[in-house]
């Protein structure tokens, strides 16, 4: 039988388990990558774990989300990160230099290869043939010491794509068409593999634009098959000796299947709050528009930008309408200055901005109240961009960008027909990536070589083994759909203690309830309950972290999303699932038992766990982890369990488990 | 008897007074500029005032210090200043589009008019022959409603320039040398004249340079004369039908003179942390050197960035020192990219930023703990980077690029020799100043025609006038050297409610006592008791509305500082002089009451009022107030006062007084 592009790059690195959907595999990691606001963690841990140097093939340390450095935390965390990438050996890129996934995309990644990010578009690099994949950064931190990441094989599904885009059509159509058909829960547990006579239509940083949005699908990753366009574009950054011609085979057999018609697709946009409330952009037209941001890992490339420069050449944005140009990469941004085209979005009134995440998490130009803004981000969750009862949308650079014209949301296809003079500025890669050579720091040659602690950079808290009796109140009851945002929120007054447990702890969850964090910390343990698909977005690990300092010992849900309930176990809380009927019963403040010897119960493989609540009644509660994470939640978490592991193996590396 | 440059200006724009030192003149504003940190309350009084119409030749609204716009109150700001800019007829320069004084030099700074700003560098113009003064909010408001601005007669100061700068050495280093020898004070009650054969030697730019930062001198305005040079810089902006030649008659009599000779100057720079720590770089060469920042309104120009660009040219930045570039106007950047120069600055490492204020008001880019920043910014005053205890230093862009190529502070003179192929890259205008020109929009096609007011943009209290009974109890009691810092804190927190008095005032005089501001809003009326120098330090009028909003109608303190004791005239708060006895024997709680008619007694030019103190003894207390100061304060404060006169008159502009 044969074997999908998937099986193959896993095939190829796996060290555990075997290829059966819903088994745990063990995998090789070849790079890693970690970002500013989940790296000093990574770090810390790395150094919590006592290990000396990075074990794989490459790792690489960037500074992307705190660029603006509003606070000497910011600044000071970016020093440490330095100082952590010279002592252990990764590579660091420079604030300012750009995202990781735009900085890794032009410089690193690489076709068969794996790669372990501390984010959770970590996918990018699937569209050149990389098998990508977010996880928390303590997961980082041991693969980067040599250890295997583990996952639950994901079911493998085709999206054949068949046709070729209409004029202003766009990747990011692409991907808003799956999130229209899917859902922002539809990818969950899946990997999405490309395949299809239109996969040849796009060009890498197309292809990428669609994998990095697929982890708004909740898939553990997206990936295309390599072709030449593949090799053209690792040419154009003189790496086409890491070119590798890797595809499915003829007869690989997938868990599902959908079908895409390129020629079908048309102007797209996510309407607010959700990236999956999609609907055709004539359907909305009309719409004032305050402010318009080009940027982010899903849309700040050189390429994504090119086209809007090209729009706006000669014209001007309305006066009542912002926009903003926020490159992904400072290799991006030089090489749009070099050929004038900076120049000319400044021109017609563009707010031209260092290489950042920025906007896209909430820091700096955070729209006015009771305003719209578009984005080209991939992500409009309520809130997220700075300001509660937001009004986001998400859309390609092409539709940002007639809004900025029109100053109201509108069909560039009707702009084009309205203005006679406005063309399709189609997709086009530069001959040479070439720029910003001075802002990545190599292993080989680095400026530091033992950490730089400021003083907002504290240790990692510990927690104790799980205990045979767990029990407290129910802390917080939730709905469905709560994201790593409402858990910690990722705004710039909260960001600056990413490396500071303690203090970050204080707001945890304050975005359901600001008396959470205070009352946890009163009560001896409790829990969390929550609806359907708690934890979605982000990778954040202190979603995890910060519960656990501040006492919660279990999380009762209706479903977990993928990487936290990874953190979950990862930080020694139990995360159990109840069904629909229960979760209503539940109220706020009702007193919470397990009933079963916890620890023994976690150990000893059992699934079902009886839970009392108010010594009235009584639920089953599922407990859905494998042998492994049984093992690391009843260490009271994975750096306790990697730690305990390592001293009784007597070896530095984190051993198979 | 001829006059000075400055009696010209003077004299032409005279409505009361005479032009005697130390005399009370009032002026004809022709030009007004507020920025977004002072200009929400601007317009908030111009409101308040009843006026419909900005009378001045021209007002300007600018963006400059919130563009990062880091929270939704920020942007809330932005659009309330473009609504309030097309509803009252003021240009508006949209965020992002550069820093007050650098748009305003660049587009509308002409010879021998009167300028008029609520920011303390409004002085730049000066370089180009205007007369250019920082002020208060209220005093700007009022100007731009058409009356004068009343100001003691300052005395006038020559400062002879001869000879020409040598190699490496720069404008900046010509008001670092002013400061060397004169300190932060020597310019109070100034206005400082540049003449002699130097001058012709400096371009307008490097002028402005100068002139910009002898609001570091404590100087109230510093002036160069108009000449071919400034005939030509007005030329290519495409306005030289605004040149005006200008200039002191050959006989005019100083009240001081200063002679710098040019060619004696070397690179200056200021250590931490005072403008006036000078020392030539040479003396503090090899300091390690964290951060460099080119930019500001004294540094940020097209011309101030180009030499900046041309050292850094075909060479790299030190892997662990961080530059930062951020331009001071959307036109710089955008000519600096259309030259090539943006891209040659990042292939170099430079980590190139949108036009802001930014980094020099302690927003972004904040230095990381213990360590070094170089700026060429004109402050470097203990924490206003960001962090308490920095390490700012204040230099040319050559010296600051000089130590980013070397990693340390080092004289660019040595870093020439040492690299044998670094030379002094001069300094050059463009041919044409172009650029940015969708960025400012015009009161003739303003999008904006009425108010619009986010939530945290509440109304300014009116005060009622001053009745004949005053009592209440001592609310506060203080020591000596309470600064308008402890009366109203400036870090960012709180910044951001400057367009919100009521919330603002939840912060009055926290740094002393933190339940202070609702103790005052739950009396009904009150005064604060206060030791020596109560006020001091910036000149912010918050500090007297807030205290005013809460309900406070009397300081007693044993003496004022100048600025702050006008600021409580202009909000009718009776400012009262005690004796050191009294002053100990008071209590705070005590009740505390004038016996006098107090509304008949200020307006009646009464000197002491008698204060009965718990019905129990009395003291003596004075009230030293010119006559226009007593019907004002008896008015209730200057807007109340102003209107007042506005409505007798029958005309909308306020009345000379």
Redo the contacts between chains.
């Keep these: 039988m044969g074997q999908t592009l998937t099986e193959k790059i896993l095939d190829d690195h796996l060290v555990e388990g075997e290829l059966e959907t819903g088994e745990e595999i063990g995998i090789e990691i070849d790079q890693v990558l970690t970002q500013d606001t989940t790296g000093t963690l990574v770090w810390l841990q790395f150094e919590a774990l006592g290990l000396d140097e990075v074990q794989t093939e490459l790792a690489a340390q960037y500074c992307d989300h705190q660029?603006?450095?509003?606070?000497?935390k910011?600044?000071?965390d970016?020093?440490f990160l330095?100082s952590a990438a010279g002592t252990f050996g990764a590579y660091f890129s420079?604030?300012?230099n750009g995202i990781c996934h735009n900085v890794h995309k032009e410089n690193f990644a690489a076709p068969g290869k794996t790669l372990l990010g501390s984010d959770s578009h970590t996918p990018t690099p699937g569209g050149l043939g990389q098998l990508a994949i977010g996880s928390g950064g303590l997961d980082v931190a041991v693969a980067m010491g040599g250890g295997p990441y583990y996952i639950e094989m994901p079911e493998v599904v085709n999206v054949r794509l068949e046709g070729e885009l209409p004029e202003w059509a766009t990747a990011k159509d692409v991907i808003l068409e799956m999130l229209r058909r899917l859902s922002v829960k539809g990818g969950v547990g899946k990997i999405f593999e490309y395949t299809g006579p239109g996969v040849e239509s796009l060009s890498v940083p197309e292809r990428t634009t669609i994998t990095n949005m697929g982890t708004e699908l909740g898939a553990t990753s997206s990936v295309f098959p390599t072709d030449e366009k593949t090799e053209d574009y690792l040419a154009r950054q003189g790496r086409e000796d890491e070119y590798v011609e890797i595809g499915p085979d003829e007869d690989a057999e997938y868990d599902d299947q959908i079908t895409i018609d390129l020629s079908d697709l048309e102007p797209l946009i996510s309407e607010p709050s959700m990236p999956d409330n999609v609907v055709p952009v004539r359907e909305v037209e009309g719409v004032d528009v305050?402010?318009v941001i080009i940027g982010s890992c899903t849309n700040g490339g050189y390429e994504d930008i090119l086209p809007s420069a090209k729009m706006l050449e000669g014209r001007?944005?309305q006066?009542?309408t912002?926009m903003?140009v926020a490159p992904g990469s400072?290799k991006a941004?030089?090489?749009l200055?070099?050929e004038?085209w900076?120049?000319e979005m400044?021109?017609?009134?563009v707010?031209?901005?260092?290489a950042t995440c920025g906007a896209c998490i909430g820091?700096?130009?955070?729209?006015?109240?009771?305003?719209v803004s578009l984005r080209t981000f991939n992500r409009n969750f309520e809130g997220r961009s700075?300001?509660e009862d937001d009004n986001v949308y998400l859309c390609s650079p092409e539709v940002a960008t007639a809004a900025a014209i029109k100053g109201e949301i509108v069909d560039p296809r009707n702009l084009a027909d309205e203005l006679g003079d406005l063309e399709d500025p189609g997709f086009e890669l530069p001959d040479e990536y070439a720029?910003?050579?001075?802002?990545i720091?190599t292993p080989d040659d680095p400026?530091?070589d033992e950490l730089v602690k400021?003083?907002n950079i504290g240790d990692v808290p510990l927690k104790d083994p799980l205990g045979a009796d767990i029990g407290g109140p129910a802390l917080l009851k939730m709905d469905d759909n709560i994201t790593t945002d409402h858990i910690i929120p990722a705004t710039?007054?909260i960001l600056m203690y990413r490396s500071n447990i303690p203090k970050l702890s204080e707001f945890t969850l304050s975005r359901v309830d600001e008396d959470f964090a205070q009352r946890a910390l009163d009560s001896d343990g409790g829990f969390l309950v929550a609806g359907e698909n708690y934890g979605q977005g982000s990778s954040r690990e202190h979603a995890a972290l910060c519960p656990m300092f501040l006492g919660v010992e279990g999380v009762l849900a209706q479903s977990f999303a993928r990487i936290h309930k990874a953190n979950l176990f990862n930080f020694g809380i139990v995360p159990l699932e109840i069904d629909a009927d229960d979760y209503e019963q539940i109220e706020q403040g009702d007193d919470i038992e397990i009933v079963d010897d916890v620890a023994d119960a976690v150990r000893s493989g059992q699934e079902e766990f009886t839970v009392r609540v108010n010594d009235d009644w009584e639920l089953t509660a599922a407990l859905d982890a494998s042998e492994r994470e049984r093992r690391i939640l009843a260490d009271g978490g994975k750096l306790t369990h990697t730690k305990k592991q390592a001293e009784s193996s007597g070896s530095d590396a984190p051993a198979d488990d």
């Design positions: 660029t603006y450095q509003f606070d000497f910011n600044t000071d970016h020093r330095r420079r604030p300012g305050d402010q001007s944005i006066p009542d912002e903003i400072k941004s030089e090489m200055a070099r004038g900076t120049a400044m021109a017609a009134g707010n031209y901005s260092e820091i700096g130009h955070v729209p006015g109240s009771d305003s700075g300001i720029g910003a050579e001075n802002d720091i400026v530091d400021g003083p710039q007054d």
